[in-house]
């Protein structure tokens, strides 16, 4: 009898979450190839089994390998797997699209929406790819990278119009501490990741203000309300808002100090600059970057979304942390739903 050949998967690149998601899918017993952008970054992970850029400290498998040439790492690739900031996505993939295979199906990690276009990661992935949306999958929920590489239990959702890719990409990284789902709804899936980011920074914001629990269970109750608005308003099942690529990821991303983005609004409300927070967090933060784009894309399809209106104005410096504040508790009293 023929033994049939395990997964391969291609990760770009060796960042937090993408490092975090090879070690899953090597676990799972996937063959897995790294591409890393640093040289350095390459070969300590095949050398020493580690990553020093992100978490030095957390060997990884033996079997996980990486290079620096995106050619060699999409040789014979069942599966692309993107975790690189939204907002150098499309430059990025233009350079590697010929290299990717006719039958590998591509898994987005990202969490933004595109400044100029207010298109979704997967959306850019098709136009820029010219693949068919069958292809792309989305893999999402509440999943801070440290926790992951720990070996502590989590689950996420990995959507896809096909539902045999998102089974085959289901199998290839289900571990005994990594539990994923499978749906179709790869629109809801993408803004719960997307706008969730946005209210993290609003939650952090009302920390980092010494503003209460209250404050905070009242911003992602209604961070959830408007997001499920936006995403409904563009053809999402509200069902996928309170699932794990919803709710789930919203409530992690929101409490634990392990979010960037939660740390990142923790700083500006304690008085930080946008700029000084910037450089104090020194990692990609797509709530900032996605915020207006988040916004334009509400107005497009006429949805209130109010905590991402304030928030926004904000980051650029149109209103004052009072102001702020003193902006979504002023707003005209209404029926909660």
Same mark, same amino acid.
């Given at each position: 009898?023929?033994?049939?050949?395990?997964?391969?998967?291609?990760?770009?690149?060796?960042?937090?979450? %993408?490092?975090?998601?090879?070690?899953?899918?090597?676990?799972?017993? @996937?063959?897995?190839?790294?591409?890393?952008?640093?040289? =350095?970054?390459?070969? #300590?992970?095949?050398?020493?089994?580690?990553?020093?850029?992100?978490?030095?400290?957390? =060997?990884?498998?033996?079997?996980?390998?990486?290079?620096?040439?995106? #050619?060699?790492?999409?040789?014979?690739?069942?599966?692309?797997?993107?975790?690189?900031?939204?907002?150098?996505?499309?430059?990025?993939?233009?350079?590697?699209?010929?290299?990717?295979?006719?039958?590998?199906?591509?898994?987005?990690?990202?969490?933004?929406?595109?400044?100029?276009?207010?298109?979704?990661?997967?959306?850019?992935?098709?136009?820029?790819?010219?693949?068919?949306?069958?292809?792309?999958?989305?893999?999402?929920?509440?999943?801070?990278?440290?926790?992951?590489? *720990?070996?502590?239990? #989590?689950?996420?959702?990995?959507?896809?119009?096909?539902?045999?890719?998102?089974?085959?990409?289901?199998?290839?990284?289900? !571990?005994?501490?990594?539990?994923?789902? @499978?749906?179709?709804?790869? !629109?809801?899936?993408?803004?719960? %990741?997307?706008?969730?980011?946005?209210?993290?920074?609003?939650?952090?914001?009302?920390? %980092?203000?010494?503003?209460?629990?209250?404050?905070?269970?009242?911003?992602?109750?209604?961070?959830?309300?408007? @997001?499920?608005?936006?995403?409904?308003?563009?053809?999402?099942?509200?069902? !996928?808002?309170?699932?794990?690529?919803?709710?789930? *990821?919203?409530?992690?991303?929101?409490?634990?100090?392990?979010?960037?983005?939660?740390?990142?609004?923790?700083?500006?409300?304690?008085?930080?600059?946008?700029?000084?927070?910037?450089?104090?967090?020194?990692?990609?933060?797509?709530?900032?970057?996605?915020?207006?784009?988040?916004?334009?894309?509400?107005?497009?399809? *006429?949805? =209130?979304?109010?905590? @991402?209106?304030?928030?926004?104005?904000?980051?650029?410096?149109?209103?004052?942390?009072?102001?702020?504040?003193?902006?979504?508790?002023?707003?005209?009293?209404?029926?909660?739903?």
């Amino acid at each position: 009898m023929t033994q049939r050949r395990c997964a391969r998967a291609a990760v770009f690149s060796a960042g937090s979450w %993408g490092t975090a998601v090879a070690k899953i899918l090597s676990d799972a017993g @996937t063959s897995v190839i790294v591409h890393a952008r640093r040289g =350095e970054i390459a070969e #300590a992970i095949n050398t020493h089994h580690r990553n020093p850029g992100y978490f030095p400290d957390i =060997e990884l498998p033996a079997a996980l390998t990486a290079t620096t040439d995106p #050619a060699a790492a999409l040789d014979g690739a069942d599966f692309l797997v993107l975790s690189i900031p939204a907002q150098t996505l499309r430059t990025n993939l233009a350079a590697w699209a010929p290299q990717i295979g006719p039958g590998t199906v591509i898994v987005s990690l990202m969490k933004g929406v595109e400044q100029s276009s207010h298109l979704r990661a997967s959306q850019i992935i098709t136009e820029v790819t010219g693949v068919s949306p069958d292809r792309v999958a989305v893999l999402s929920g509440p999943n801070l990278a440290r926790e992951i590489m *720990d070996g502590q239990p #989590a689950a996420a959702t990995v959507a896809c119009p096909d539902e045999d890719a998102a089974r085959r990409f289901q199998k290839a990284c289900h !571990t005994p501490y990594f539990r994923p789902y @499978t749906s179709t709804d790869v !629109t809801g899936c993408e803004l719960g %990741g997307a706008v969730k980011n946005v209210i993290a920074l609003a939650v952090g914001i009302a920390s %980092g203000m010494g503003l209460g629990d209250n404050a905070t269970a009242m911003l992602i109750t209604r961070g959830l309300a408007e @997001t499920t608005r936006l995403a409904v308003a563009m053809g999402a099942h509200p069902a !996928t808002l309170a699932g794990l690529s919803g709710l789930g *990821d919203l409530v992690a991303t929101c409490s634990s100090p392990l979010s960037r983005n939660r740390t990142f609004g923790t700083q500006l409300g304690r008085g930080l600059s946008v700029e000084a927070a910037t450089s104090a967090t020194r990692q990609t933060t797509e709530g900032v970057k996605s915020a207006e784009a988040i916004l334009a894309l509400a107005h497009a399809h *006429d949805v =209130e979304m109010p905590i @991402t209106d304030v928030i926004s104005d904000l980051l650029h410096e149109k209103v004052t942390l009072d102001q702020a504040a003193a902006a979504l508790m002023q707003r005209p009293p209404k029926p909660e739903l």
